[in-house]
């Protein structure tokens, strides 16, 4: 089932169908689903999808001329060629009989680790022009993040020739939602904060059953589809995990700051040892650096956080319990260690479902959309969502996953965090959101109908006016 997805594929599609010779870059964490966009996209084009390994450059090469064999058909001229190049110039004369032939390295940084002067190679033959005659589409896949962007640098020898570079992000709410439709609305945003938006996790869910039991039988089982994710995402990537997976366990414990990192991280020193490990995770994008909003851009002011719901689960309620669930007692682990945390684990979460909801849609209550939306966080207070909308008006929000409907205090509680900070301040126009679970209280709605600037979103208007942009 291929989900969401719609704005990129409709420009991959629009690059393919292009009159002329294409050369794209697509990258994206790994599970973002990269492969099955590429799939979707040339399903109905001729193509030769290939899917490099880690091997020697000489044994992808062959591998590589077999799938042409096996996609284009045999023939005596492409067995005897030896190197990169000659297979690429077979591949433009091939396009002049294959009109808008594309060809897909999967993986290329496998290939370029193995020979490195590969994207030299491929410089090489885009320039020679020979890509032109038949509008030949080269696609160039990764999943090594720090490489694919290497790609694209100035010092990169395909800087400046590619004519598509598309980076790919986890489905959004509402396109993540789709894979558990009939679940209620409030169930549909949990799943958000348990799985979050990789289809490679989120395809693993069985819609018929309730998200207990797909968090059991994935997460709390021995053999479950994803016990062991977080062990696989960093194998993948990192010879030696062991310190990069504590640094993990202790933002996903709340360690937010350096010096709270190295406290729970006792093989790390300080702040100069630890730098390694948080650029690297930030590059994988397994973490995200954050400042506060009303940060002076000179001051040290960086926090971490966990970028991907499936993992900050992880590491807060599976590996603490692994013993326990490989004994065979995952229902136990869920009864005992995880329902009754579940609503504060997603306390957290709901902030951060909220600040993306805000960041895209934030124009279907207001004038115009955001320009920028993040947090603050001060010694005495924090603003769930604080950033500047398009027209220059300012906005501040809270987000309440809460079992009781919100009333008037926390809006008014919010206004007066909004008059105490100094992000937005001289600034005329002000917006104000909240979030609930649980919805509002008659008193607010009638409030917030009646005073302009004021937007109360739920469960149910999130995912509803997801619907309404996407149509």
């Known amino acids: 089932m291929f989900v969401g997805r719609r704005k990129e594929l409709a420009l991959l599609r629009e690059e393919l169908a292009s009159p002329r010779a294409s050369l794209a870059i697509v990258f994206g964490r790994r599970r973002v689903g990269k492969s099955t966009l590429i799939r979707e996209a040339v399903e109905k084009r001729p193509h030769v999808l290939y899917q490099a390994t880690r091997v020697t450059s000489s044994l992808n090469l062959e591998a590589f001329k077999t799938e042409?064999?096996?996609?284009?058909?045999?023939d005596g001229l492409l067995t005897g060629i030896a190197d990169w190049l000659g297979v690429l110039h077979y591949l433009a004369r091939t396009a002049e009989q294959h009109a808008g032939l594309v060809v897909v390295l999967d993986e290329f940084p496998y290939l370029a680790d193995a020979d490195p002067a590969l994207p030299s190679v491929v410089q090489k033959f885009w320039d020679s022009g020979a890509a032109r005659a038949g509008n030949l589409k080269l696609l160039l896949c990764g999943s090594i993040i720090s490489q694919m962007q290497d790609l694209l640098a100035e010092r990169n020898p395909l800087y400046g020739r590619?004519?598509?570079?598309?980076?790919?992000a986890p489905l959004p709410l509402q396109d993540a939602a789709q894979f558990v439709?009939?679940?209620p609305a409030e169930d549909r945003l949990a799943t958000f904060g348990v799985f979050g938006g990789m289809p490679f996790y989120l395809q693993f869910l069985d819609p018929g059953t309730r998200l207990q039991s797909n968090i059991i039988r994935l997460l709390l089982t021995a053999t479950g589809s994803l016990v062991d994710e977080p062990a696989v995402l960093l194998q993948s990537e990192l010879r030696e995990i062991s310190r990069y997976a504590s640094v993990l366990a202790a933002i996903a414990a709340g360690c937010t700051k350096h010096g709270e990192i190295i406290g729970r991280v006792r093989e790390i020193s300080d702040s100069k040892a630890l730098g390694p490990y948080l650029e690297k995770l930030d590059r994988m994008r397994l973490i995200r650096i954050e400042r506060s909003m009303d940060a002076n851009p000179r001051e040290r002011d960086r926090r971490y956080f966990i970028a991907d719901p499936l993992i900050a689960f992880w590491y807060r309620f599976v590996q603490p319990n692994m013993s326990s669930i490989i004994e065979?007692?995952?229902?136990d682990v869920w009864r005992h260690r995880i329902a009754p945390h579940l609503d504060e684990y997603m306390g957290k979460m709901f902030e951060d479902i909220c600040r993306e909801h805000a960041r895209q849609h934030s124009q279907d209550r207001f004038p115009v959309?955001?320009?920028e939306i993040g947090r603050?966080?001060?010694?005495?207070y924090d603003i769930d969502i604080a950033g500047t909308l398009l027209d220059g008006s300012i906005l501040y929000g809270e987000c309440k996953w809460w079992n009781t409907p919100v009333g008037e205090n926390v809006l008014d509680e919010l206004i007066q965090r909004a008059s105490q900070t100094k992000y937005g301040r001289g600034?005329?126009?002000?917006?104000?959101?909240?979030?609930?679970?649980k919805g509002f209280t008659t008193a607010l709605r009638k409030r917030a109908a009646a005073q302009p600037g004021i937007a109360l979103h739920t469960p149910q208007t999130m995912l509803r006016s997801a619907r309404l942009r996407a149509s």
Do not use: C, H, N, S
């Open 68 to 74: 042409i064999a096996r996609m284009l058909g045999a």
């Open 162 to 168: 590619k004519t598509l570079a598309l980076d790919l």
């Open 181 to 183: 439709p009939r679940y």
């Open 328 to 331: 065979g007692f995952g229902g």
């Open 369 to 371: 959309p955001a320009q």
């Open 376 to 380: 603050i966080w001060q010694p005495d």
């Open 427 to 437: 600034v005329g126009e002000r917006q104000f959101v909240l979030y609930a679970r």
